[in-house]
């Protein structure tokens, strides 16, 4: 049986303390324990140890150190499960001392991916451009379950996602552009798509955007503008019928509408072909 002869400070961590023991055969350095441990456990000068508790006391101190790496992260802000485990695994925890401190976490309150979920959603809500679908997907890539994710989303309302969304629709419909403001309007949708936010109010916002933003004049430079570079591209490999069928199909394709393409054709083909 072990006795322990000396307890001492350590000078970098004064709230950690070597445990020194005799075991008959002179002082030696066992092993060291947090503050906490030692005064949980009494651990005091001519306290008797076996080998078995020796090793519990390091295992509990082992556990006590990963517990308070997990509580400095948290300290920035709440993480799911999933984070502090992966946290845990890259600090070399193993799982049983993880499944541990993650308990412990539970039980005192700081760890509820439920919680978690719905602090995310409110979070990303007021500082981002994301709909509520890219946070479902972020929520899950987290480790939060696709029902929970599912119930968090749920205070990212409609009304909540036009504003949102109407923000993307003037800044991207304001900006000047020598595109067709029909492949303004796709480029408008495939960013919002790509934002997360629901078909439905994608579909109403863009309606909405082509009625209030669809500028007549400037579409007409654009048909212009375009109508000219393709023009310069195809005049020297066709000329006449082909060379305004091809010109037609490509401004087709960019969006323009047929009577703009027809009066750009009449204007600066005919007389050139």
């Given amino acids: ?3 322990i002869s000396k307890i001492t400070t350590q000078k970098k961590r004064k709230n950690r303390f070597n445990i020194f023991i005799d075991e008959g055969k002179g002082e030696h350095y ?9 005064v949980k456990y009494g651990l005091r000068k001519g306290m008797e140890l076996d080998q078995a508790t020796m090793e519990s006391l390091k295992a509990q101190d082992e556990i006590h150190k990963f517990y308070g790496m997990a509580i400095n992260l948290l ?10 485990t992966d946290y845990l695994r890259k600090k070399e925890a193993e799982v049983e001392q993880i499944q541990q401190v993650i308990h412990k976490l539970k039980q005192e309150g700081y760890v509820d991916d439920r919680e978690f979920a719905y602090t995310f959603v409110r979070s990303r809500m007021n500082t981002s451009s994301k709909g509520p679908l890219l946070l479902k997907k ?7 379950t696709a029902s929970i994710a599912e119930e968090a989303i749920s205070v ?12 993307v629709v003037d800044k991207k419909l304001s900006s000047s552009t020598k595109k067709s403001f029909q492949q303004q309007i796709q480029s408008v949708q495939a960013t919002l798509v790509q934002k997360g936010f629901s ?8 309606q909405e955007a082509k009625d209030n933003y669809r500028d007549h004049e400037a579409e007409q430079e654009a048909v212009i503008h375009q109508g000219l570079k393709l023009l310069g591209k195809y005049q020297r490999k066709a000329e006449g019928f082909e060379l305004k069928q091809k010109i037609k199909a490509g ?6 509408e047929m009577d703009k393409i027809d009066a750009f054709l009449d204007e600066h083909v005919d007389s050139e072909a």
């Fill in 251 to 256: 401004l087709y394709r960019k969006g323009f």
């Fill in 30 to 38: 066992a092993f060291s324990v947090d503050e906490d441990i030692l």
């Fill in 138 to 144: 972020e929520l899950m890539e987290k480790g939060i």
């Fill in 75 to 84: 300290s920035y802000r709440i993480r799911s499960e999933k984070e502090l």
């Fill in 156 to 167: 990212f309302t409609p009304e909540k996602q036009r504003e949102k969304v109407k923000k």
């Fill in 199 to 206: 078909s439905e109010v994608i579909r109403d916002m863009l």
């Fill in 1 to 3: 049986m072990a006795k």
